[in-house]
């Protein structure tokens, strides 16, 4: 099972809003609405920023958000913030009834 | 709260095995799979496997089949992963996660660092 596609890196300036994609295939992203997102920040394990596609957890606040087309999924952060610095990851549940992340992206706020 | 707490680090040589453990606090330990995903140093996020802590069944990536094992003891509310014939690629932080009955992982153990080196 190949990694999903993300970007290596993205950056904006505080304020402004970002979009992570993640790129995978028919047996993946495309097929279910089984799509989170992942922040983690160096030395920590990741934390849960979006799961089916859209939702967030509580606590998570709603700047960030979740969508799909087609075998894409994305993840905008709006109002960016120091604080969002951070490596992102998205992840799908495939139809081999796996899971799959991408490699991962690293935001930089500016 | 729920709480995942894992082993210390592990130093092995090449050929050897390791055995991590993850202890579930918080929860009803039987309720909720378990997943074990590893990072080697700058690198992604890799999914290894789940295991469900009731039935014991479990589910592996293709590419860990023939040298991974996850077992459970639900007496002590304790999840283990097993990696065997390591070799220096396998040099990575290893996290168990809940499956957060969404399809996601929504709570992370702290990680172990297991390095391989002769």
């Known amino acids: 099972q190949s990694a999903l596609t993300q970007p290596p890196s993205v950056s904006g300036s505080p304020g402004q809003s970002v979009t992570i994609s993640c790129t995978g295939t028919?047996?993946?992203?495309?097929?279910?609405?089984?799509v989170s997102w992942y922040q983690q920040s160096p030395g920590t394990a990741p934390k849960l920023l979006i799961y089916e596609v859209t939702n967030r957890p509580s606590g998570v606040p709603d700047r960030f958000s979740g969508s799909k087309s087609g075998n894409t999924a994305s993840l905008t952060i709006s109002g960016l913030q120091a604080e969002d610095e951070a490596d992102y990851y998205c992840s799908s549940y495939t139809s081999r009834d796996t899971w799959v992340f991408g490699g991962g992206t690293k935001l930089t706020v500016l | 709260q729920v709480q995942l707490v894992q082993s210390g680090a592990e130093v092995k040589k090449p050929g050897a095995s390791v055995k991590v453990s993850c202890k579930a606090s918080?929860?009803?330990?039987t309720d909720w799979y378990m997943h074990w995903v590893r990072q080697a140093p700058g690198q992604g996020l890799e999914w290894m496997g789940r295991i469900h802590p009731n039935s014991g069944a479990t589910i592996y990536a293709q590419k860990f089949q023939d040298r991974f094992t996850m077992t459970r003891d639900t007496s002590i509310s304790t999840a283990y992963m097993e990696l065997s014939r390591l070799r220096s690629d396998d040099t990575a932080v290893y996290y168990c996660a809940r499956d957060g009955h969404k399809w996601n992982f929504d709570y992370w153990g702290q990680g172990t660092l297991v390095t391989v080196s002769s």
């Open positions: 028919s047996s993946d992203v495309g097929s279910y609405n089984r």
């Open positions: 918080g929860y009803t330990f």
